[in-house]
């Protein structure tokens, strides 16, 4: 029996070919990121370095945060370590990877945890290799202890930021941080490069159409006169339906709406 190949429509032909032009355009970009790169040095280099080399500025400051917080890199594939660096981005960055070992790197002089040293001169000594591998973490969920392996952040900066996490009811953006009273932006950006936000859903929640002004000033975004106006708007059109009512108030910027609307429940 003769085999009839299936007949394929324009429409299967226009979807092949349309897959065919975004394989050939990622090869493209691929082939360009990777002429973009630049030889770095993962315990050398500067974060500026490591972004002029071709990594954008969060894997670079990932990487420099590690080197300080965790451990010197030891090897190339120590990079794989770096939380957003899969196996096929450091595949195409290998070739323009360089590791200087430190001489203070506990990696270099081999030694692993629980490991017994002797020495003629002092006895026997037991040394511990201290590294932690610091793993992306939720940060409304964080404690002092978890927050305090970052580098930068000590007790007084941990309470400082549970404390204003508490207030908020939550952050809704890791951008909250700089609100944080004298937290710096070093510390800052080394929170963000082990941190996320899960979701909002988690967050305390004010109903708006239930609850009265006193209790609204309670959240450190919103002042009497702000409350004053939600309020009276509800009490002249009845309750809020959705986050748009609110941009329906004149009087109230819309960037502080952005801003508390995480915040508000509209039920």
Known sequence: MKYNPPIQSKADKAALDSLIV???????????????????????????EIVEAGLPNYLAE?????????APFSEKTDLLKIYGIDSAYYLRLSSFIKVTKSENSISEFNISENIEIKSSTYGKANFKDKR????????????????????????SYSERIIK????????SSLNQLKEVYGLKKESIDSIKAYSFVENNSQLKKYPINLISADSLVKHPYIRYKDANL???YRNQHGYYTSENDLYKIIALDS?????????LSFQ
């Not at 050939?24 to 500026?48: G, Y």
């Not at 990932?62 to 965790?70: A, S």
């Open 22 to 48: 975004e394989i050939e355009k990622r090869i493209v970009k691929q082939k360009e990121e990777e002429n973009n790169f630049k030889t770095f040095n993962l315990n050398t280099s500067t974060a500026d």
């Open 62 to 70: 990932r990487i420099v945060n590690y080197r300080g917080k965790v």
């Open 132 to 155: 932690e591998i610091i793993k992306p973490f939720d940060i409304n969920k964080a404690d002092a202890s978890q927050l305090q392996k970052i580098y930068g952040i000590g007790p």
């Open 164 to 171: 204003y996490r508490n207030l908020l009811g939550g952050f």
């Open 230 to 232: 939600l309020i009276n």
């Open 255 to 263: 960037s502080w709406i952005k801003k508390v609307i995480p915040y």
